[in-house]
């Protein structure tokens, strides 16, 4: 593609203006046929076409959200607001004021971000290059989350509490997910992590986007998460733990749902600020063919889900086929669902209501001449291309006015400068039986009784599914499902009958897919260890675990035969789901939060021929620690920090005291150290950390992540103190530290400094949201 020429800066526009118009030149910027599609539908009223379509020609803001648990993004969120905005303020670059970050005013407390800043600043402007750089930095920890404003919307939609059990049907690459979880760990403080009581299942289709998933979801380790790798359409039913039976007898019940998240594959034409190729690319079939899918997925869910439940559909498309037609077909064929008025919800999110007239386009020029699917059906073009996807649900349906598709949203792009999107929100309703039973419930302290167990939790353990075997899985979903709760209240949990076939065509096209993707599965199975296992209790006595510390909830996932090397923990939901599904039934790719993992001896110093020796990990530690004897954990100060942080092995005798003396009593092994808020120099600790260390027997370890340890490293010392660091200034030639630490006097807060490398550009997830087209 020939470079767009760049224009000579004219009189009277800004800098910044000229960076936007130098996009608006790029030729390729106009679609014909994508006017005339959404002029046919009246997307936007005439007097507001010029805004909608020339925003979408503009640069998209950049945005992000403060994340993790309540109390740590207050904490990061108030080090924005209190250190960065204000060296932000005064920025002038090239004669002009640079606007500074500012809060977007619909995210709940203030924890989400935009600024609209050219590259070229972030580069040059020194201040922006050290806040670009904080940005990096946190969000490799986990604590920043880059992501779409719009994007940020659905599981704020969703409502979701600690104790509900949460499925994302299309998670990857997981930004939403994010969210669901932290919403699930709403009661974390600054230094460990609660165990919810509720669950959540991230699923995506694709193999390889699931461990994409599973990557990003490591930043928020969580014992409630469990991920798989299914087609959404034909989510299976899966059982869960009963109460006992009359007679003691284990029972087993379908895994409802609380909460669905229905984020669908889509032509992703809401992202076309970001995703330049959309320009090029956009015709109206795309939209046309992924709507029997993303209607399968809803129906799906909304089989899932419990009475009362809410589920959220949403797509980053702004075509009413992909949206408005999808809530209508699914709302037809489930009439106990209907759209919820969330107009209250979110007061300074600007939004337009869900269109109740629509035209599908039957072919690639834009012809929008049908007003119903039997004047289509009736006409030359459908006997000329009988082989159309097209099918009556791509129409408006007849008196489309009883379900409310206004109450669904359309953010467009002029609104309020983002990209465009579409949300809903459906749920169920509760029949007067569900009423009557809920209340038998209670009395009874009994949901469903259900099948016993599957005794085919253990299966081989590398299996290699067959093709056959998926479709064999799909089919026995539809046989084996027991009715779930609600089923007495004519909640249909499974396919009908005659959706039957269908899923077995379906799964064929699945099988056909997973060829094509090598998405093959091959993981390996989770199996929980006995509270004796002599390495769990291993692990348990180093750290001196109290007694309510869940050993009945740690699983292993290696091969049969080989030695452990890392557990995990799971609550008790997630231990139920295992327990009573064949886990590659359910391709189960990941399962709770991996705490302890095995010391190699070597270079860690432990002794040659010696037991295997184990350790909690860093990210292990904010579940574990709840339960470590407070007698155990090493109190030590900032200059002790220092130490761990500059050095890969410290000698104990490098230390300084009192430190020294502490750990040098220790034993070899793994242990907990906690560092107070405290002061060194012009350094500040404003808020307590705790950190594991590996003892050998002369040297200590901070075990750490490499990069978190430089984060931590930059965050507090103002400087990439870390040998890494060291190590990678040198080669660059550049000093190291780069930059001085300094403290913001007035709260106290860390400053944060840049490395010249990290001008790094984050997964960007309209990428890969688009791939879904
Ligand atoms: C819009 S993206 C999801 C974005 C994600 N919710 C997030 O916020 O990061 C749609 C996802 O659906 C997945 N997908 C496509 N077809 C699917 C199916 N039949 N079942 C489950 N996932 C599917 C794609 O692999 C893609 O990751």
Request: aromatic letters at 6%.
């Amino acid at each position: 593609m020939a470079k767009p020429k760049r224009r000579n800066n004219k009189k009277g526009v800004s800098k910044m203006q000229d960076d936007r118009t130098d996009l608006i030149e790029k030729p390729d910027m106009e679609n014909e046929r994508f006017k005339a599609y959404y002029k046919a539908q009246n997307l936007v009223p005439e007097q507001d076409w010029d805004a909608f379509y020339d925003t979408l020609k503009q640069h998209l803001p950049t945005t992000f959200r403060v994340a993790g648990s309540r109390q740590v993004a207050a904490t990061l969120n108030k080090t924005i607001k209190d250190f960065h905005v204000p060296t932000l303020s005064d920025v002038i670059f090239e004669d002009e004021k640079i606007p500074p970050p500012v809060q977007i005013p619909w995210y709940p407390d203030g924890l989400a971000w935009h600024f609209n800043v050219p590259k070229k600043i972030l580069r040059k402007s020194p201040e922006f290059k050290r806040f670009h750089s904080f940005l990096v930095f946190e969000t490799e920890v986990g604590n920043i989350s880059r992501q779409e404003a719009v994007s940020m919307l659905p599981p704020l939609f969703l409502e979701v509490e600690p104790h509900h059990k949460v499925i994302d049907m299309c998670a990857a690459p997981g930004s939403k997910t994010a969210q669901l979880l932290e919403a699930l760990h709403a009661k974390d403080s600054i230094t460990s992590t609660s165990i919810p009581s509720g669950l959540l299942i991230a699923n995506d289709s694709d193999h390889k986007r699931c461990h994409l998933l599973i990557h990003q979801s490591a930043r928020l380790p969580s014992p409630a998460l469990m991920v798989t790798n299914l087609d959404a359409s034909i989510y299976p039913a899966m059982q869960i733990d009963a109460p006992l039976g009359p007679n003691g007898e284990k029972r087993t019940q379908q895994l409802l749902f609380d909460r669905i998240l229905c984020d669908v594959p889509c032509s992703g034409d809401g992202t076309m600020r970001k995703n330049m190729g959309i320009w090029k690319s956009w015709q109206p079939m795309d939209g046309n063919g992924l709507h029997g899918l993303q209607v399968r997925i809803l129906q799906r869910a909304m089989k899932l889900l419990k009475p009362e439940g809410r589920i959220v559909y949403s797509t980053c498309s702004l075509n009413p086929v992909e949206n408005e037609a999808v809530l209508a077909e699914a709302l037809e064929t489930n009439p106990d669902f209907y759209l919820v008025d969330v107009s209250s919800k979110l007061p300074a999110l600007k939004r337009a209501p869900g269109l109740t007239n629509w035209r599908p386009s039957v072919d690639r020029t834009i012809n929008t001449n049908y007003a119903t699917y039997a004047e289509f059906k009736a006409s030359q073009d459908f006997i000329d291309n009988p082989k159309t996807k097209l099918t009556e649900g791509h129409w408006p349906p007849k008196d489309v006015e009883r379900f409310n598709l206004p109450r669904s949203m359309r953010i467009y792009p002029h609104l309020q400068d983002t990209g465009g999107f579409f949300v809903a929100v459906l749920e169920r309703k509760a029949s007067t039986n569900d009423r009557k039973r809920g209340a038998s419930i209670e009395a009874e302290g009994l949901q469903e009784i259900k099948k016993p167990r599957l005794d085919d939790t253990q299966a081989s353990p590398m299996i290699d599914t067959a093709p056959e075997d998926i479709e064999t899985d799909a089919e026995a979903t539809v046989e084996e499902t027991a009715p779930a709760e609600g089923a007495e209240a004519g909640i249909e949990v499974d396919p009908k009958p005659e959706e039957a076939s269908k899923i077995v065509t379906e799964t064929k096209q699945q099988r056909k897919a997973k060829e094509n993707k090598g998405g093959i599965f091959k993981e390996h199975p989770f199996t929980f260890l006995p509270p004796t296992d002599p390495i769990l209790r291993h692990c348990i006595e180093r750290l001196n675990l109290t007694p309510d510390f869940p050993s009945s909830n740690i699983l292993v996932r290696n091969p049969e035969g080989d030695a452990v090397r890392s557990l995990y923990l799971g609550n008790d939901l997630v231990k139920s789901v295992i327990e009573n599904n064949n886990y590659a039934r359910i391709r189960l790719s990941a399962a709770g939060t991996k705490v302890f993992a095995k010391q190699d001896s070597g270079k860690s110093g432990a002794a040659a021929g010696a037991e295997p020796q184990f350790r909690v990990l860093g990210e292990g530690l904010p579940v574990v620690l709840p339960f470590v004897d407070p007698t155990t954990i090493i109190t030590a100060d900032l200059p002790t920090l220092k130490v761990l942080v500059q050095n890969y092995y410290p000698l104990v005798s490098s230390f300084p005291e009192p430190f020294k003396t502490v750990s040098g009593e220790r034993p070899v092994g793994s242990h907990v150290v906690r560092f107070p808020p405290g002061k060194m120099d012009d350094v500040v600790l404003t808020h307590e950390i705790v950190l594991p260390i590996w003892k050998s027997n002369v040297s200590l370890t901070l075990m750490m992540d490499k990069k978190a340890k430089s984060a931590l490293s930059l965050r507090l010392f103002g400087s990439d103190i870390t040998t890494a660091g060291r190590e990678a200034a040198t080669a660059s030639g550049s000093a190291a530290p780069a930059l001085p630490a300094k403290t913001d006097k007035e709260t106290g807060h860390e400053m944060e400094v840049i490395r010249e490398n990290d001008l790094l550009e984050p997964t960007d997830e309209s990428e890969i949201t688009s791939e879904a087209t």
